[in-house]
């Protein structure tokens, strides 16, 4: 036999559940019936034009997404390199063949010091570390680890970041 006690609480939590949705129910009645447009024009009756332009360049980010143009083609000499910031990261870029660009990380797989463009070479000016500007290998350490690839391409006499 059940308990009536038993039976009374569990109807009272079943009845407490229905409340809760209805309660859940009106307080989403309540908030379609007074929709925030409403009191939007009477907040704001004369809105300027010069508040606008200021808004769109603050929620313009500063690492654009993929596909950020990140230098012209001409700026990085054949065999050479250059130091560069992609996604708002240091980085560096080569052209190791004409028309073949290649970019890495700038920081260094030893101690993260920013390493520098140094013409076929990335130079390390922390503790001495060189990589080959064409693959980011280790040159000579301390760095044991080669330079982080950042996948680039030509688009047209641009370099493109596409990762
Ligand atoms: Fe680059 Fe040590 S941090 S060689």
Redesign the pocket.
């Known amino acids: 036999m059940m308990d009536p006690t038993d039976l009374t609480r569990r109807t009272m939590l079943t009845l407490g559940s229905v409340g809760a949705v209805g309660g859940a129910l009106t307080l989403a009645g309540c908030t379609t019936d007074a929709p925030e447009g409403s009191s939007s024009p009477t907040a704001s009756p004369s809105p300027t034009l010069t508040e606008e332009p200021q808004a769109d360049p603050s929620a313009a980010p500063d690492a654009p997404p993929v596909g950020e143009d990140v230098a012209a083609l001409a700026d990085v000499p054949v065999g050479g390199s250059i130091d560069a910031t992609i996604n708002g990261q240091p980085a560096l870029i080569a052209q190791p063949a004409a028309g073949q660009v290649v970019a890495f990380s700038a920081v260094?797989t030893?101690?993260?010091?920013v390493?520098a463009a140094a013409g076929s070479e990335f130079d390390?000016p922390?503790?001495?570390?060189k990589f080959d500007a064409a693959t980011g290998d280790v040159i000579n350490g301390?760095?044991l680890a080669a330079l982080s690839p950042i996948a680039v391409s030509v688009s047209g006499d641009r370099i493109v970041a596409t990762a």
């Open positions: 260094c030893h101690q993260q010091c390493v390390c922390c503790h001495g570390s301390p760095a």
